[in-house]
C-alpha cells in the first residue's frame, strides 16, 4: 500500500510560478512511475507528467518546457514546478503512483489531490 498526499496548489496570478509537492508514505520503495495528472472542472483527468525510477521524464505537450517534474527517491517524493502559469492550467492536480509487485503486478495509487487557480 502507497499513501500520496499533496500540497503547494493555491492561487497565482497568469504567468507566475507554483511548485507541487508529494509525500509517498507506505511501500514508497516499491514505486515505480510517479506522475501528476490534472483535472479541470467539466473536463476528464489528464496526465501532466510522469517521471520514472531512472528519471526518465515525460511531458504533455500543454506544459512541456513550463513544467518540471523530479523525484527525491530517498524521501519518497515528486514534485511539479510549474512556470508561466495560465488560466487553461486550472485544475485539481493529482498524484499518481504505479508499483508493480515482483510477481509482475501493477497497482495505481492516487492523492486527494491540490487545487491550482490561475487568475489576475
Known amino acids: 500500500q502507497v499513501q500520496l498526499v499533496e500540497s503547494g496548489g493555491g492561487l497565482v496570478q497568469p504567468g507566475g510560478s507554483l511548485t507541487l509537492s508529494c509525500a509517498a508514505s507506505?511501500?514508497?520503495?516499491?514505486?515505480?512511475?510517479m506522475a501528476w495528472y490534472r483535472q479541470a472542472p467539466g473536463k476528464q483527468r489528464e496526465v501532466v507528467a510522469k517521471i520514472n525510477s531512472s528519471g526518465i521524464t515525460t511531458y504533455a505537450d500543454s506544459v512541456e518546457g513550463r513544467f518540471t517534474i523530479s523525484r527525491d527517491r530517498a524521501k519518497g517524493s515528486v514534485y511539479l514546478q510549474m512556470n508561466g502559469l495560465t488560466s487553461e492550467d486550472t485544475a485539481l492536480y493529482y498524484c499518481?503512483?504505479?508499483?508493480?509487485?515482483?510477481?509482475?503486478?501493477?497497482?495505481?495509487?492516487w492523492g486527494q489531490g491540490t487545487q491550482v487557480t490561475v487568475s489576475s
Open positions: 499518481n503512483a504505479e508499483v508493480k509487485t515482483p510477481a509482475g503486478l501493477w497497482y495505481e495509487y
Open positions: 507506505g511501500s514508497r520503495f516499491s514505486i515505480n512511475i
